[in-house]
């Protein structure tokens, strides 16, 4: 399975933007971009997905490379409620198992 | 609302003695799946079911059994549980195996096996 690599953890000020950065330099061509994040204490939810195109929602935006080979998650305003684990998932456009690979995932600490 | 739910969320027991997490979602998923989390290593799918009696292993089965005989009900058994069970368990659903049904997750499960 191609792999994704993002920072361990960052900060960010409260009601500024936060941009979450994840490599996946082995991804695929019919692989999606998934992002999920676990709050404390709570099990994982899921944020955004994408193939090629950026895409928004109303929790955040994603930002794909042209290359497809990074993609960057954007929070367009942080608060406390979105500090958590954010985890960068690539997805095989296959039936099958529907297992999700997280990995270690980027911390994020808003700082009020 | 939609929502999966585990019972219990905090659990601790002893070496041998059988236990079940129970996982119910009310969202008409076909697919469910439980996963376990432990630190450094992320989160790792135990057994997924595709629809109701059907089961198949995930990527760290050893230890666990799983039944489905409802569509809503997902429980997960262990029937003699070791101390390396000691894990947070997290129950999963979605719609469906297409690549952009996202899962929904429950709570959680922290179990405790001394």
């Known amino acids: 399975d191609a792999k994704t690599t993002q920072p361990n953890s960052m900060e960010s000020n409260e009601e500024e933007p936060v941009h979450l950065p994840c490599n996946h330099s082995t991804i695929s061509g019919t692989d999606y971009i998934h992002w999920y994040r676990q709050l404390p204490s709570q099990g994982p939810e899921y944020v955004i997905h994408g193939l090629t195109s950026n895409v928004n929602n109303r929790m955040a935006s994603l930002a794909i490379a042209e290359d497809r080979k990074s993609s960057t998650l954007i929070l367009h305003r942080a608060t406390l409620r979105d500090a958590a684990v954010y985890y960068c998932?690539?997805?095989?456009?296959?039936?099958?198992?529907?297992?999700?690979?997280f990995g270690t995932g980027t911390r994020l600490t808003v700082i009020p | 609302e939609a929502q999966v739910t585990q019972n219990p969320r905090y659990l601790i027991t002893v070496t041998g003695k059988k236990l079940t997490v129970t996982c119910s979602q009310n969202m008409n998923h076909e697919y469910m799946s439980w996963y376990r989390q432990d630190p450094g290593l992320g989160l790792r799918q135990i057994y997924y079911?595709?629809?109701?009696?059907?089961?198949d292993k995930g990527d760290v089965p050893e230890g666990y059994k799983v039944s489905r005989k409802e569509k809503r009900n997902f429980p997960l058994i262990l029937e003699s549980p070791s101390p390396n069970q000691t894990s947070l368990y997290f129950c999963a659903s979605s719609f469906g195996l297409a690549v952009y049904n996202e899962q929904f997750f429950g709570p959680g499960t922290r179990l405790t096996v001394l």
């Open positions: 079911s595709m629809n109701v009696e059907v089961t």
């Open positions: 998932i690539l997805r095989p456009y296959q039936t099958g198992a529907n297992n999700l690979f």
